[in-house]
């Protein structure tokens, strides 16, 4: 763990990505798994994944996910791995998700010294481009997807709230982009029957009607995340910042708001997409609305295929006298790899490390759960393959 963290690797430090990639390969060749670097186009500007595959008919088809690069660029100050006391240690991905990684191999190394994995059937997948995939997802993720689906059961491996609690469900992330217009002209005549409402009201209205309207739902949320309004507007995604003209004494032209939209199942998403719609199409006078929507990250639904495998772990912590597992608010957690393959296997997430403050510097990793949550993926493992 203290190697992989103390190598650089941010989504875009490619070299860096690969570099980890090839000292967890050589774990995987040692035990006898098939193992594999898959290369995505340049235009992606990503490094690729690692797979490692061994194939068998000893219980179920296991798909073990990991990913390889971390949030910290090599532009950002570098933090090694460093030991703060007995139970905790800090670095760069320590905890998301190097961490997860190492724990997958140590619990194969077990099973492998007990003779454990001959005849199993695993495919280790770890993305080299977890926290900015490369984009379209359609290329980045369909190696992924494609070998996920002839598996029967997902684990992964990003951060474990604390030992009791593991994933069953998370958050799938998409986004919209509003428009609005409206006559321009003097201020003066705003309300008229002439000018009407302006394209500024006629946001106005529609966002907070669809606060009206949605707000409460469980496990729905969506965040107008940039608003830009006037005369004369302009928005550059790219650089995620926008600019406009416009005076006190002149009617609003043009506004254009982008924001996103988190779902617990494809349902809630399209409920919420249908009832916005209706929402932006009852204009004011003078004015008129679109809404345009984009797909992200599906969500990963809580099924009972997932509880079902919640139980075994639930099962095998108790055996260990570790206590009670339950599955975690799906709403504490953000959209993850897993949730490319939900819809198509028994899924499970946050297995891995415990510890604080992902995706900031001086995220931690706690040391004195960390090989009871090893312990538990091994016999997790020997429990789905005997
Ligand atoms: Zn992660």
């Not at 469980?218 to 650089?239: A, H, Q, R, S």
Request: net charge neutral; charged share 25%.
């Amino acid at each position: 763990m203290e190697k992989a963290v103390n190598i650089n690797s941010g989504t875009l430090n490619h070299e860096g990505v690969r570099a980890v990639g090839n000292l967890f390969r050589k774990e995987f060749d040692a035990m006898g798994f098939t193992t594999e670097w898959i290369q995505l186009p340049d235009s992606l500007n990503r490094a690729g994944h690692l797979v490692a595959t061994r194939t068998g008919s000893k219980g179920k088809k296991i798909f073990l996910i990991g990913h390889l690069d971390t949030v910290f660029e090599k532009s950002m100050p570098f933090s090694p791995y460093t030991r703060l006391n007995d139970s905790t240690a800090t670095g760069q991905g320590v905890n998301d998700m190097k961490g997860g990684d190492v724990m997958i191999i140590a619990a194969l190394q077990a099973l492998h010294t007990q003779g454990l994995l001959e005849d199993t059937n695993i495919t280790v997948y770890f993305t080299g481009d977890e926290e900015s995939a490369g984009k379209p997802t359609s290329i980045s993720r369909k190696d992924f997807i494609d070998r996920a689906k002839k598996s029967e059961i997902a684990l992964a491996y990003e951060t474990a709230m604390s030992l009791d609690i593991v994933a069953t469900a998370r958050r799938g992330a998409s986004g919209w982009e509003l428009s609005t217009s409206g006559k321009t002209g003097h201020s003066s005549g705003i309300f008229n029957q002439n000018m009407g409402y302006g394209a500024i009201y006629e946001a106005a209205r529609i966002l907070d009607q669809f606060r009206e309207a949605l707000s409460q739902e469980k496990y729905l949320t969506f965040n107008p995340g940039v608003i830009v309004g006037g005369t004369e507007v302009d928005y550059d995604y790219g650089k995620a910042a926008g600019t406009s003209v416009g005076k006190t004494n002149i009617i609003a032209q043009k506004v254009l708001v982008t924001g996103d939209l988190r779902f617990i199942s494809e349902k809630q998403k399209n409920a919420a997409r249908e009832k916005m719609k209706e929402i932006v199409a009852q204009n004011l006078p003078m004015t008129s609305a679109k809404i345009t929507f984009s797909d992200g990250i599906p969500a990963m639904e809580p099924t009972d295929a997932n509880q079902k495998l919640l139980s075994v772990v639930d099962k095998i912590s108790q055996d260990m006298g570790l206590g009670k597992v339950r599955a975690g608010d799906p709403g504490a957690r953000g959209a993850g790899d897993i949730s490319y393959i939900a819809q198509y296997v028994s899924c499970l997430d946050g297995l891995g490390a415990s510890g604080r403050g992902a995706h900031a510097p001086g995220e931690t990793i706690n040391l004195r759960e960390y090989p009871l949550l090893t312990q538990r993926t091994a016999l997790l493992l020997y429990r789905l393959t005997k």
